[in-house]
């Protein structure tokens, strides 16, 4: 039982160039996230996926994109990456429900120069 | 205001101490409530959920207070392994939202 699982967990991109961070959950979980962890500016939500099928956007959206591919996989792509979007992100998932608890996955260190 | 606020610290506090932390939230209609804790370099994880009557778990006490939209961690005969950072976060609807945290240093 892995839990949920990002790749890769270092990248370095250049100005321009894009990729996509995956994410994988192993739990059944219906709602999976998206947020992005800067020093000082705490954990920022990019985008969510309350069930499969469904994606809407958080507090940051612009400059990504997201694919909700099955109940387990929510991927984020980044169309061009810039300078900015240099951060750790960090995939999450949870069982729909007024308690539920949030699983993390280890994060994403990405560096944009 | 920010949906939820938290004192960012650093709370510098001797071994055995008891250290509290409070974090604000501004939306009401807020239906649940949690405390991570995150080591540095490391993903957040779930210290506890935290319910309307206040729970405990070992030497850790959460509090909710919907009145003045609050919640609280008390953290008692602290160790220097309680030493992280520490996130309260609130369920609103399908997200949610995190403070950016309180660091907390427990000094020898």
């Known amino acids: 039982n892995a839990g949920v699982t990002q790749t890769p967990k270092f990248q370095v991109l250049k100005t321009g160039q894009s990729m996509t961070l995956q994410c994988a959950q192993d739990m059944n979980h219906n709602s999976m996230y998206w947020y992005r962890q800067d020093p000082g500016m705490g954990l920022r939500l990019i985008y969510y996926?309350?069930?499969?099928?469904?994606?809407d956007k958080g507090e940051v959206p612009n400059g990504y994109n997201v694919s909700r591919l099955n109940k387990r996989e929510f991927s984020l792509r980044l169309e061009s990456a810039a300078p900015s979007q240099t951060s750790v992100y960090f995939c999450?998932?949870?069982?729909?429900?007024?308690?539920?608890?949030?699983?993390f996955g280890p994060g994403t260190r990405l560096t944009v120069l | 205001r920010k949906e939820v606020e938290q004192d960012p610290g650093p709370f510098n506090v001797p071994e055995g101490a008891t250290v509290a932390f409070n974090c604000t939230y501004s939306n009401s209609a807020s239906q649940s409530f949690f405390w991570y804790r995150q080591d540095c370099r490391k993903e957040p994880k779930l210290l506890m959920s935290?319910?309307?009557s206040g729970n405990e778990d070992g030497r850790f006490t959460a509090q909710l207070n919907r009145a003045s939209q609050y919640i609280s961690l008390l953290i008692r005969d602290s160790k220097l392994s309680d030493s992280a950072t520490y996130l309260c976060a609130v369920r609103l609807d399908d997200k949610i939202i995190f403070g950016k945290g309180t660091r907390l240093h427990i000094l020898p």
């Open positions: 935290v319910y309307s």
């Open positions: 996926s309350a069930s499969e099928g469904t994606t």
């Open positions: 999450a998932s949870s069982e729909a429900g007024s308690l539920d608890t949030q699983y």
